[in-house]
């Protein structure tokens, strides 16, 4: 079980909640949980409401892991990791500077 509308389905029936309830709860209409539920379509930060109203981590929506809750240590351990987008690009950038220094010292020798 893998499909985020499966996991939201499973995780409202152990809650005791409705989908308006859940809507209501992560501040989402309703119309939008229904199109989650029907057509996966989400925003990230939609299903991070709906996940914080279930108390379980994105992660767990999306099928990565199968961990519904994870403490941030555990999550990290779990192979996530969370950086800002301009680090993720700066580090591209050297990965593509050392890149071309190898095939110049490759191409030199």
Known sequence: ?????????????????????LA??????EATLHAILN???AKYSQLKRIADTLNVRVAYLTGETDIP??????????GY???KAD?????????????????QYNHNQ
């Open 87 to 103: 680090d993720v690009i700066a580090m591209q950038k050297q990965i593509i500077e050392l890149q071309n220094r190898l095939l």
């Open 1 to 21: 079980m893998k499909r985020i509308e499966d996991r939201i389905r499973v995780l409202i029936v152990e809650r005791g909640l409705t989908l308006l309830q």
């Open 39 to 41: 057509r996966n379509d």
């Open 24 to 29: 209501n709860q992560s501040n989402i209409t």
């Open 69 to 78: 809750s994870m403490s941030v240590v555990q999550e990290s351990e779990a």
């Open 81 to 83: 990791v969370a950086l």
